[in-house]
């Protein structure tokens, strides 16, 4: 038996079709971000630090934050100004009250910017900030720090998992 051995160069395309994955309903995703308010200054940023990693749709971030990151992909960027109403709301003034020094013990001194924790006759803690003080009283403020603000965000979607 004769053999005779033929080389053979097969030309052919290869194509690979690259699914990306979009942000939706339980995905879990991981963004960077830097927020700012409406004359410029800076927040909050993830960029010095790990990409903030949640689940779409858990309630884990403000819902216009949520909404600006649904139907992103990997890789994408997008800047947004969310709306108060999406983002920690209008300020509420029930939460503003104002306190007797007295009712402070002797050692703390209140200052404007200096957080307190309050317990409700239920036992809940309530994180407040102290936003005036008088020589008799000081008014501290219960409200998310950001409510009645416009917050902008520069995202980028660093990835995205179903």
Do not use: C, W
């Amino acid at each position: 038996m004769n053999f005779k051995v033929i080389n053979v160069t097969l030309h052919f395309k290869l194509f690979i079709i690259l699914v990306m994955t979009k942000v939706k309903e339980n995905s879990k995703v991981k963004v960077h971000y830097t927020g700012t308010l409406e004359n410029g200054e800076v927040f909050d940023s993830s960029r010095e630090r790990e990409p903030l990693e949640f689940t779409m749709g858990q309630g884990q971030l403000i819902p216009g934050f949520e909404k600006a990151v649904l139907g992103l992909e990997k890789g994408e960027s997008k800047k947004v100004t969310i709306p108060v109403e999406e983002a920690y709301g209008e300020k509420n003034p029930d939460l503003v009250q104002t306190v007797n020094k007295s009712e402070l013990p002797d050692e703390i001194k209140p200052e404007v910017g200096m957080q307190l924790i309050s317990r409700t006759p239920d036992g809940h803690e309530i994180p407040v900030t102290i936003t005036e003080v008088t020589e008799e009283t000081f008014t501290v403020d219960a409200n998310h720090p950001l409510a009645g603000k416009a917050l902008t965000f520069d995202i980028e979607v660093v990835d995205v998992e179903e």
